[in-house]
């Protein structure tokens, strides 16, 4: 044990011995630094369990799910506090990584929506959606309401796959968003 912790027996010693300071001091800079280091390394063993790291060949992107049920803007905004912003998913390559990642276990919202013109889907970079995933009869505009786009994280479903798994909601509801960075 490298620090000899002062008890009863030993502490009139210490009153006695000039260099117990220096030791005390040493012993909890010691002990400091080893709490230190444990807090760290818990704090990087959390933020590991809510990011993926993935590499899509020419680019280096890493996700992160958000922590509150938000609407779709709301989510959108705390991607964006972050330096990220609402994920694009413009591969199948991605949606399948996506979809089968540990970290997405609900719905969740996506980059994607039909707010500034019905039926004309656009990213949140404002490109055009050219390849999408959607469960069998979406999008379908449900009550004139559904312009914000979930990936529907349902894997007990029959007919849910990685490839079919997009749906048009109300952008009020709340969910997580998957945010890209």
């Avoid at 709490?35 to 890493?62: A, D, E, K, P, R």
């Avoid at 049920?69 to 912003?85: I, M, N, V």
């Avoid at 069998?136 to 559904?146: D, L, R, S, V």
């Amino acid at each position: 044990f490298l620090c000899k912790l002062n008890t009863f027996e030993n502490a009139n010693k210490h009153f006695k011995d000039p260099t117990s300071s220096v030791k005390t001091y040493r012993c909890l800079v010691l002990i400091t630094v080893g709490l230190g280091l444990i807090c760290v390394l818990l704090l990087v063993f959390i933020i590991l369990q809510h990011i993926t790291i993935t590499n899509n060949f020419n680019s280096l992107s890493w996700f992160f799910v958000s922590t509150e049920l938000k609407s779709w803007s709301d989510s959108r905004q705390y991607c964006r506090d972050r330096g990220a912003d609402l994920v694009i998913i413009n591969t199948e390559e991605k949606q399948v990584s996506l979809f089968i990642s540990s970290f997405v276990s609900e719905r969740v919202w996506i980059g994607l929506s039909d707010t500034e013109n019905e039926g004309i889907m656009k990213w949140v970079d404002n490109s055009p959606l050219k390849q999408g995933f959607w469960l069998k009869g979406e999008p379908n505009n449900y009550y004139e309401n559904e312009d914000c786009i979930e990936l529907n994280y349902k894997r007990d479903q029959v007919e849910m796959s990685p490839l079919n798994s997009w749906n048009d909601v109300p952008c009020s509801e709340k969910k997580k968003g998957i945010c890209e960075k």
